[in-house]
């Protein structure tokens, strides 16, 4: 999923209604910062406006995430309490989404062990965590997480498929995160390779158990008798 590198404060009405929810107060700001762009330094949180003082803001949970308009017309992430937006993405992108995603919903109307989900679906995995995986798994034994808005808990597998704005949180600090609140099986999809590597986060978040290329068959103990070609996966 590819993720704005300045999504957190794109511009200063932006910045404006983040405060009134994260309850820095308008009060703060000018009218007249309105056109100015803004800057998010992430190591200190720290909201700065051009010739104006900086304001440091404390970390968003999901009571902030929830609160934010519905129409933004964009994909919104909370990771580790910093909110990234993400513009649409690519066809190949959706293409490729929609080859997985398929197969495996067919697969779930002749076996019907759990329901499949594609982005956008909120994933509530901690306080300042919330993630919109491409694609997710969840068997019948984790129903109880799934809620109108999307689901308070970790899914039985998670797909992400790279973009160069997303490939550094997918495998760092969100595989981290699927693993530690209990994810099993992470798929990572990288359209340029057109590989899919398989990590078994409840053995390992670090050693993949396959990378697949074009020429493999992709299974998984989660979906007893699914098999997808890599191949059509990525198929032009």
Request: glycine share 10%.
């Given at each position: 999923m590819p993720l704005a590198k300045e999504s957190l404060?794109?511009?200063?009405?932006?910045?404006?209604?983040?405060?009134?929810?994260?309850?820095?107060?308008?009060?703060?700001?000018?009218?007249?910062?309105?056109?100015d762009r803004a800057r998010l330094d992430p190591a200190t949180r720290a909201v700065s406006f051009p010739g104006m003082l900086t304001v440091k803001h404390r970390p968003l949970t999901v009571h902030d995430y929830m609160q934010l308009p519905e129409d933004s017309g964009k994909k919104s992430e909370l990771i580790e309490g910093?909110?990234?937006?993400?513009?649409?993405?690519?066809?190949?992108?959706?293409?490729?989404?929609?080859?997985?995603?398929?197969?495996i919903w067919a697969h779930l109307q002749v076996n019907p062990i759990g329901k499949v989900y594609t982005s956008p679906f909120d994933v509530t995995l901690t306080d300042l965590n919330v993630y919109q995986p491409d694609l997710c798994?969840?068997?019948?034994?984790?129903?109880?997480?799934?809620?109108?808005?999307?689901?308070?808990?970790?899914p039985d597998l998670v797909v992400e498929i790279l973009s160069p704005g997303s490939?550094?949180?997918?495998?760092?600090?969100?595989?981290?995160?699927?693993?530690?609140?209990?994810?099993?099986?992470?798929?990572?999809?990288?359209?340029?390779?057109?590989?899919?590597?398989?990590?078994?986060?409840?053995?390992?978040?670090?050693?993949?158990?396959?990378?697949?290329?074009?020429?493999?068959?992709?299974?998984?103990?989660?979906?007893?008798g699914l098999k997808i070609k890599v191949r059509d996966v990525f198929a032009d």
């Open positions: 404060c794109p511009d200063a009405e932006t910045t404006l209604e983040l405060a009134a929810v994260i309850g820095q107060g308008r009060e703060t700001a000018g009218q007249e910062m309105r056109g910093d909110l990234f937006m993400s513009p649409s993405p690519t066809r190949f992108h959706q293409d490729i989404l929609g080859r997985l995603f398929g197969p798994f969840f068997s019948k034994s984790r129903y109880t997480s799934l809620t109108d808005h999307g689901a308070d808990g970790a490939a550094k949180h997918d495998l760092g600090v969100k595989k981290e995160i699927y693993t530690r609140t209990g994810v099993e099986e992470f798929w990572c999809v990288d359209p340029v390779k057109r590989t899919i590597t398989v990590f078994q986060l409840s053995d390992s978040s670090t050693t993949p158990r396959a990378t697949l290329g074009v020429g493999k068959t992709l299974t998984t103990p989660l979906l007893p």
